[in-house]
């Protein structure tokens, strides 16, 4: 007995919840009226005809039925009852004609529609993947929500409106149905709703599992989608053929997919049993019906023409009513999706910060007062008590093992982190207090992980300062302090090269190319008075090495420059050196300096020099 409580409970929860998310309609509603107000405005005009013509065709059918007995009781083949049994049936056609052109509008609204709202869904997506912190884009678990949203967030707003349509539609249908029934029997209504009631309830309670379903797998789906980029991509592909790992990653990408697959059709079969067990309840209740009807007619108390109109009435009211049942099921769904679209849309974001243009001591430069930094989650810190001054025009080279906290420095110095405790100024300004793009402005970064557009090569350089994206002028000038400028024009089509090879006519650079247009693309900010470099020359040559750095200096000269590097030969040339171990700042001084100390520099230096020996 417990255990069929419990059952009952179950199947009872979700239908209970379904009445509860209706406050995501009118957000959807808002979303398909922002999307296009004249399509919603037609489709919800065409729904509402769609619903009270079935009912008006129904009444119809049955004057016409009704008058083709009169007239061929009266023997009126000719007469009056014969005519107005034509214009009934001419009345229906136009009927049905217009319930048709309805049906079909309604079908180009829901296409239109659902091209313009995945578009708007997924702009808005996007816009909110910008206003996030690079902490919340490494959270596995934050990636797993903007999966959720973007697999079934496009459609789902559309769907929920055009299920709130379709209610009002079969709403206004059941009305003119229940009026048309009324005049046969009350309880004829009642069994009409009742009978879809346990389908409904089945369906949602599957589509409450379904959803659960959905959420739990965001990580496994996150990995094939993960594997798939791993084996399509030219990038990887070198040393996915190399290693022979394709039937490996294949292989896995079938395993995930049987694993849920085995998941989805435990409950689909499941799902379709139940489906099919209660739907007999609603044919049962018809045919009881169809009997009852059947036997008022044989004794004469109702009409052929009534006959005709109540069993169409009752079973379209019956298809009618278990449409509105599974449209609320149906939105019950579309919240649970909906929720995760939401649930992302409204996370909560960082605060942009202050609103300085300009500190108070011009000319100070940067300072790093006691900065320590631990990653989100993790207990360790990755800076520990950093304190350094850099003055306008310095060149400062920062020296460590991989994993010493040297780019992490970077990444607090262009505020994409926090620091844990301490403070950064620029200006004798703390970060903090500074208009971030203001702040962004003023530092040009090369990232060792820089991104290789698929874009022009102008383009490619122009992304360093959007506001002159398109200026050729500044591409060369660009171009020309970091090194690009003489392998550009070889290239066939110039600065309208397209680069990689996603697209047709691309072009592929080397490991050393990419890099000086990285470089190039840090020199497009002419407004900025900090560059930093890290590891820029990783995959050149010595001596395109040491001509960058001559090139670098002099482009340089009233900018203050940081260079993280494991090459000594272009380390010796900063006026400050400091070395990081483990996060910590262990030593800092001149090149000489701090050869001279015999610490853990003039260790690593000696190593470098005697593979030259």
Known sequence: MRQLQRRLYQLWQPFRQSFSTFHYCGRAIALVWQTHRGLTLIFALLTIIAGLLPGAIAY????????????????????????????????????????????????????????????????????????????????????????????????????????????????????????????????????????????????????????????????????????????????????????????????????????????????????????????????????????????????GRISLGDLTMYLVVFRQGQTTFAGILTSVGGMYEDSLYLSTLYSFLEEET???????????????????????????????????????????????????????????????????????????????????????????????????????????????????????????DRWQEAAAKGTAQAFIDTMPEGYDTRLGRWFRGGRELSGGQWQKIALSRAFMRRQADILVLDEPTSAMDAEAEVKIFDQFRAATQNQIAILISHRFSTVRMADQIIILNQGKLIEQGTHDELLAAGGRYAHLFSLQAAGYR
């Open 60 to 299: 119809v059918g049955k004057l016409i039925v009704d008058a083709v007995v009169q007239a061929a009781q009266t023997g009126d083949a000719g007469g009056s009852d014969r005519w107005m049994a034509l214009q009934y049936l001419g009345v229906e056609a136009v009927l049905v004609a217009v319930l048709s052109g309805c049906r079909q509008g309604i079908a180009l609204c829901q296409s239109l529609l659902r091209v313009q709202l995945a578009q708007t869904v997924n702009v808005l997506i996007l816009q909110k993947a910008l206003t996030l912190s690079l902490t919340q884009f490494e959270d596995s678990e934050f990636y797993d929500k903007m999966t959720r949203a973007r697999r079934e967030a496009s459609s789902r707003p559309l769907n929920m409106v055009m299920r709130v349509f379709g209610i009002l539609r079969d709403s206004l249908s059941i009305l003119t149905f229940s009026g048309l029934l009324l005049q046969f029997s009350l309880g004829a209504v009642l069994v009409l709703m009742l009978a879809s009631v346990p389908a409904f309830m089945a369906e949602t309670y599957f589509a409450d599992q379904t959803f659960r379903v959905f959420r739990r797998r965001a990580p496994e789906t996150r990995e094939q989608t993960y594997l798939e980029t791993l084996v399509a991509r030219e990038d990887y592909a070198k040393e996915v053929k190399l290693y022979q790992l394709g039937e490996l990653f294949v292989d896995r990408y079938r395993q995930i997919f049987d694993r849920l697959y085995q998941e989805d059709r435990d409950l689909t079969i499941r799902r379709s049993v139940w489906g099919y067990v209660l739907s007999l309840l609603s044919s049962l209740a018809f045919y009881g019906a169809y009997l009852w009807i059947v036997l008022e007619a044989i004794a």
């Open 350 to 472: 960082p605060e942009e910060g202050g609103q300085a243009t300009q500190g108070p001591a011009p000319g100070d430069g940067i300072r790093f007062e006691q900065v320590s930094f631990a990653y989100p989650g993790s207990q360790t810190l990755a800076l520990t008590d950093i304190s350094l001054h850099l003055q306008p025009g310095e060149k400062l080279a920062i020296v460590g093992e991989n994993g010493s906290g040297k780019t992490t420095l970077i990444k607090l110095l262009t505020r994409l982190y926090q620091p844990s405790s301490g403070r950064i100024l620029l200006d004798g300004l703390d970060l903090r207090d500074w208009d971030v793009v203001t702040l962004q402005q003023r530092i040009g970064v090369i990232f060792q992980d820089f991104v290789p557009y698929q874009f022009t090569v102008g383009e490619n350089i122009g992304v360093g300062d959007v506001t002159a994206i398109r200026d050729r």
